[in-house]
């Protein structure tokens, strides 16, 4: 193995529920194209810190390539984000092994190049977020999660405006509760202006894809956000809030536009780590 690995994680500045400049960590996230014997395969989003066994991996698991000594090279170029393996007599019926694909409960998702190639032109106008907003909207969702409560193993995404909840879903993997809002607004008419999108689920690339097509300005979640997810809001010009739960988050993208009005009881110990904010 080569030394092709990247940093898991890089440094941001966010603003905090004091309105307070910090330093903190995200995870990275990178496309990284798979080719075998100049087959383009399917396109990745990792971290980027083993690319080579990752490549390795999804071959096997896939059942694409039976033996490892099948395999006679595996190199990554992080220049055009693509990892390409040679194997030794070359993989038999790629067209079969294509032709079928399942979309798994899980949380990878699924992106297409071309809908890549669409996202320059979205650009979301910026929009006031009040503090008491985010609160509102994080004390209206914990009335919901139905089945989480029952039996776990699930994400709940939300579609908020105003004091309502005007939907909510759950599903085993995120990007699948929110496809199901994007078909609601579809089939309402909804447009996603003045509206707040707010997900159990880390916020990575995907997501964020998919809040800016719904035309959602605003998108919040409880758990964490990555690298990749953090430069297509700013890109995009989605308002970013991660790690909210009870009065704590974190403004990872658009703090100029947030407005603290709601500011809790410094807590003890409580200092600044950053100094010029988003």
């Known amino acids: 193995m ?9 440094p941001v500045q966010v603003l905090d529920e ?3 400049p910090r330093d903190v960590h995200v995870a990275g996230e990178r496309p990284l194209t798979l080719y075998v014997d100049k087959r383009e395969i399917v396109t990745l989003m990792t971290l980027g810190s083993a690319p080579e066994l990752l490549a390795l991996g999804y071959l096997r698991n896939q059942g694409f390539v039976k033996t490892i000594g099948s395999i006679l090279s595996v190199q990554v170029d992080w220049k055009s984000d693509s990892v390409a393996v040679t194997a030794s007599s070359g993989v038999d ?3 079969g ?9 899980g949380c990878e998702g699924t992106v297409f ?3 890549m190639e669409k996202l320059d032109e979205i650009r979301l106008p910026p ?3 009040r503090q008491t907003e985010i609160y509102h909207t994080l004390q209206r969702v914990n009335e919901y999660n139905e089945v989480y409560r029952r039996a776990g193993a699930v994400h709940g995404c939300t579609l908020c405006r105003g004091d309502d909840i005007e939907i909510f879903v759950e599903d085993v993997g995120r990007h699948n509760a929110a496809d199901a809002i994007s078909g609601h607004m579809w089939l309402e008419g909804l447009p996603g202006g003045g509206r707040i999108f707010y997900t159990t689920g880390r916020l990575t690339s995907e997501m964020v894809i998919k809040v800016a097509m719904m035309g959602i300005p605003i998108l919040v979640s409880r758990s964490g956000v990555t690298w990749q997810g953090i430069d297509l809001a700013r890109r995009m010009g989605v308002t970013l809030i991660a790690r909210a ?3 704590h988050f974190l403004v990872y993208h658009s703090a100029r536009h947030a407005l603290f009005d709601a500011i809790p009881q410094a ?3 409580h200092r600044a780590e950053a100094n010029d904010g988003d």
């Open 2 to 10: 080569s030394a092709a690995g990247l940093s898991p994680s890089h």
């Open 127 to 129: 929009v006031v977020l």
């Open 267 to 269: 807590r003890p110990g």
């Open 113 to 115: 190049g071309s809908l």
């Open 18 to 20: 004091f309105g307070t």
């Open 245 to 247: 739960k009870g009065r």
């Open 97 to 105: 092994k294509l032709a079928h694909r399942t979309v798994t409960t």
């Open 93 to 95: 019926n790629w067209e």
